[in-house]
T-cell receptor, first 115, second 116 residues
Framework: GNSVTQMEGPVTLSEEAFLTINCTYT??????LFWYVQYPGEGLQLLLKATKADDKGSNKGFEATYRKETTSFHLEKGSVQVSDSAVYFC??????????????FGTGTQLKVEL | EPEVTQTPSHQVTQMGQEVILRCVPI?????FYWYRQILGQKVEFLVS????????KSEIFDDQFSVERPDGSNFTLKIRSTKLEDSAMYFC??????????????FGQGTRLTVV
């Protein structure tokens, strides 16, 4: 079946450090790929997405490239801030018959950014 | 900005009791979902709901679970007889758009259910 694997956290970085959170997936066909973020006390928010191979999603300084050959969608940011501290979830999605559109998530990776 | 709201934020219940988790999706959305995350594990799909009926459900969503949209605004998840292993964070989500539309799902902040 379909699955998403993320690196385990927590990841602790100093402010302005480079961030990589690894995500790989197992799926048939060509799913869309997503990164969601959950800030403390809030719901899951879509951070970025890519819908086909070699697409790069980007938002708020974060980027991820859909790599079909390595089945990966690693999240990167060149310089993290304390406000980036959150839990990051990698996910994939197929369009279901009838448009159900369910997401398959990874376990989430907690990021802590310190001054 | 419109948002999905869930209540309560935390619920503690005794094993065997019924519990209802409530969600108010974004008002013009058509598709509704429940997911859950057991501590330390993946966020898992439970059920999707469209046009007043379940469109898909996972193996987790057995006879103990049910969903309703009783009044056109609320979307509820009921667990009839809770078990210890139902302890998890439950997320509600809603999505607009047509049958095959690349629209974003919006999530609530979650309800943490603790079964004791």
């Amino acid at each position: 079946g379909n699955s998403v694997t993320q690196m385990e956290g927590p990841v602790t970085l100093s402010e302005e450090a480079f961030l990589t959170i690894n995500c790989t997936y197992t799926a048939t066909g060509y799913p869309s790929l997503f990164w969601y973020v959950q800030y403390p006390g809030e719901g899951l928010q879509l951070l970025l997405k890519a819908t086909k191979a070699d697409d790069k999603g980007s938002n708020k300084g974060f980027e991820a490239t859909y790599r079909k050959e390595t089945t990966s969608f690693h999240l990167e940011k060149g310089s993290v801030q304390v406000s980036d501290s959150a839990v990051y979830f990698c996910a994939l999605r197929y369009i279901l018959t009838g448009g159900g559109n369910k997401l398959t998530f990874g376990t989430g990776t907690q990021l802590k950014v310190e001054l | 900005e419109p948002e999905v709201t869930q209540t309560p934020s935390h619920q503690v219940t005794q094993m065997g009791q019924e519990v209802i988790l409530r969600c108010v999706p974004i008002s013009n959305h058509l598709y509704f979902y429940w997911y859950r995350q057991i501590l330390g594990q993946k966020v898992e799909f439970l059920v999707s709901f469209y046009n007043n009926e379940i469109s898909e459900k996972s193996e987790i969503f057995d006879d103990q679970f049910s969903v309703e949209r009783p009044d056109g605004s609320n979307f509820t998840l009921k667990i009839r007889s809770t078990k210890l292993e139902d302890s998890a964070m439950y997320f509600c989500a809603s999505r607009g758009g047509g049958v095959v539309a690349d629209t974003e799902a919006f999530f609530g902040q979650g309800t943490r259910l603790t079964v004791v």
